[in-house]
């Protein structure tokens, strides 16, 4: 199986020191994994080194088939081409439209034809459930709502991987629910890749898969 991330011998440090130690796992291209672990133990730093945000100090970090270790800048735009990306506080532009915030993403990333954004994007937010909100302000949508926003711009050019950092994290039981059963259609429908970073244990149980733990400064698989 063709592997989408491949880690060996990763170190990773923050401000304060080392931080993340001899990382070696991979993942399978289409393959749906969590990523879990305490507040603080390394979760969204190696979700950053993964999409070339944050620096590895030493090893060898193979991502969408790009070597991430000691990446060119220059080269950063191609690899995030690959990859879409879910925040846990949405990160929307609050003073554009839905259709506006997936708009800048295609213009920003080439896209010249005007209508064939115009069709990218409702054909994505149809995906993701809210083609009727195309014309909402943030400020309007529920947090729900805003997350499925989130989604469609992490979907919107058609990424071979989505690394998903506590997409649930400010969201009720019921609407965290909603989004883990669209990322898992996603995931199965489309055959993109997923690494979910979350503590949110009963959605783990009720939508089961791999499961990774940040813990003693590593990452070990969980049984």
Not at 23 to 52: C, H, P, Q, W
Not at 54 to 62: M, N, P, V
Not at 162 to 185: R, V, Y
Request: with cysteine; glycine share 6%; hydrophobic share 40%.
């Amino acid at each position: 199986m063709e592997k989408i991330i491949d880690l060996k011998n990763v170190n990773i440090s923050h401000e304060d020191g080392p931080l993340l130690s001899d990382v070696n796992f991979s993942m399978d291209r289409g393959e749906f994994v969590y990523l879990i672990g305490k507040s603080g133990a390394g979760k969204t730093s190696l979700l950053r080194a993964l999409y070339a945000d944050k620096d590895i100090d030493s090893g060898l970090a193979l991502v969408c088939d790009t070597d991430v270790t000691n990446i060119h800048k220059r080269k950063i735009p191609q690899l995030r081409r690959k990859i879409g990306i879910v925040f846990q506080n949405f990160r929307l532009l609050n003073d554009r439209t839905v259709f506006e915030n997936l708009n800048f993403v295609l213009r920003a990333t080439g896209w010249k034809k005007k209508e064939a954004r115009e069709e990218q994007i409702m054909k994505t937010l149809n995906a993701v459930g809210i083609a009727d909100k195309a014309h909402s302000m943030p400020r309007c949508l529920s947090e729900g709502e805003q997350q499925r926003v989130g989604i469609a711009r992490a979907l919107i050019n058609n990424p071979d991987l989505i690394l998903a950092d506590e997409p649930t994290g400010n969201l009720d039981p019921i609407t965290s629910s909603e989004i883990m059963t669209l990322l898992t259609e996603i995931n199965k429908n489309s055959g993109v890749s997923m690494l979910i970073s979350s503590h949110d244990f009963m959605m783990i149980d009720q939508f089961p898969a791999r499961v990774l733990c940040c813990e003693n400064g590593t990452i070990v698989s969980h049984e």
